[in-house]
Every structure is written in structure tokens, then in C-alpha cells.
């Protein structure tokens, strides 16, 4: 157990709906990242922040969007879904003064239908 | 532009052979981290080890073993009389001093028959 929660762990939802992800990172970690697994893509890394900045982007597309919360928890937005959003979304984070050494929590996967 | 590079998509052995994973990376910083990562059928990713680019010292742990070699930008991992419970896709990543997400190989799919 890598002390990374995420909820849900399955979510089935239609095209063109809006579901939430949520990530709860170590204790004490500031940090969370946010990866995208697709067969066709593999492991992308999306967007990370760092106590509640943004501080990095990737391959996200505009239809996402994240934010970290003051108690470091983090919800990525994922809106008008297609059915290549499908995926396995993982949270990860990692903690100062390492922030290259990151854990990941056991993943959301997403089926659009 | 940072690049991680796994040739091998699938790798399949008898239980208690050793079994080599290749990594291959680019990256224009002189600072920089690699990881490997397990991912096993259940979905879940576990860190195995990080290194950083200023200690090639090969490490052991247990059966397995990475081989860091700057001269061919390689960071190889080896597991030793392997096992059933190794069978899982294998990930290679790499960081950056100033830029720290990671970037991951395409995973290397091992498959360990009793």
C-alpha cells in the first residue's frame, strides 16, 4: 500500500457526460500528479501540483482540467468524455525535498460507453 | 526532449531463470533520475528504485539488480532465478532536476511459467 488513495476505483459512464476523480496523497506529501494509461498511449503524465499550484502541464487536454485543495487532495475534471477517454487514471505523489520519487495510488479506471 | 526507450514488449522465461529488462533513455540534462516501476495484473504501480545520474553504482536487492551505464544511457534491470509472482509489466521512467514528472517507456511485459 503506497498511502495514495483514489476514488472511485471503476467508473462507467456515457459520451458526453462529466465525471470527477479524486486523489488523496501520502501524509505530508505536497505534491500530486496525475497520469493517464491507454493502450494505444501508455503511461502520460497530465498536469502535477505542488501545494495547490499548478506547476506543471503535459499532454491534458482542454476538455480536463485539476485542481489541489488546501488540505492537498486533488480532483482532475474530466468533461464531454469520448469514448477514447477511456483509460486508467492514476494520482501520484511525492514528497519534498524528493519530488522526483513518486507513488502512485491504485488508479480510476474509466470506461466511457 | 526526454525519451525512454523499452525494446522489449514481451519476455517470456521458465520459473528460476534470470531474465534481463532493457532501458534505454535520452535527455539533454546532466541531472536527471531513473525509476523502474512494477505494474502486476492487479493494476497497481509499485516502485522498485530511483537513481540518481551521479551514482553508477550498480545495486542489489534481494534477486534483483540494476546495471546504470552513462556511456550507453542504459539502466538495465535484472531479476535473478525468477519467479511466478514477477510476472507483471515492467516500466523503465525518467526525471528531470527541473522538470519532474515522469516520462515512462512503453513497459516491458514479463511472463514467468512454472
Known amino acids: 500500500d503506497s498511502g495514495v488513495t483514489q476514488t472511485p476505483k471503476h467508473l462507467i459512464t456515457a459520451t458526453g457526460q462529466r465525471v470527477t476523480l479524486r486523489c488523496s496523497p501520502r501524509?505530508?506529501?505536497?505534491?500530486v500528479y496525475w497520469y493517464q494509461q491507454s493502450l494505444d498511449q501508455g503511461l502520460q503524465f497530465l498536469i502535477q501540483y505542488y501545494n495547490g499550484e499548478e506547476r506543471a502541464k503535459g499532454n491534458i487536454l482542454e476538455r480536463f482540467s485539476a485542481q489541489q485543495f488546501p488540505d492537498l487532495h486533488s480532483e482532475l475534471n474530466l468533461s464531454s468524455l469520448e469514448l477514447g477517454d477511456s483509460a486508467l487514471y492514476f494520482c501520484?505523489?511525492?514528497?519534498?525535498?524528493?519530488?522526483?520519487?513518486?507513488?502512485f495510488g491504485p488508479g480510476t479506471r474509466l470506461t466511457v460507453t | 526532449a526526454q525519451k525512454v526507450t523499452q525494446a522489449q514488449t514481451e519476455i517470456s522465461v521458465v520459473e528460476k531463470e534470470d531474465v534481463t529488462l532493457d532501458c534505454v533513455y535520452e535527455?539533454?540534462?546532466?541531472?536527471?533520475?531513473l525509476f523502474w516501476y512494477k505494474q502486476p495484473p492487479s493494476g497497481e504501480l509499485v516502485f522498485l528504485i530511483r537513481r540518481n545520474s551521479f551514482d553508477e553504482q550498480n545495486e542489489i536487492s534481494g534477486r534483483y539488480s540494476w546495471n546504470f551505464q552513462k556511456s550507453t544511457s542504459s539502466f538495465n534491470f535484472t531479476i535473478t532465478a525468477s519467479q511466478v509472482v514477477d510476472s507483471a509489466v515492467y516500466f523503465c521512467?525518467?526525471?528531470?532536476?527541473?522538470?519532474?514528472?515522469?516520462?515512462f517507456g512503453k513497459g516491458t511485459r514479463l511472463s514467468v511459467i512454472a
Open positions: 501520484a505523489s511525492s514528497p519534498p525535498p524528493a519530488p522526483h520519487e513518486q507513488y
Open positions: 521512467a525518467l526525471s528531470e532536476l527541473k522538470n519532474t514528472p515522469l516520462v
Open positions: 501524509s505530508g506529501d505536497l505534491s
Open positions: 535527455t539533454r540534462d546532466t541531472t536527471y533520475y
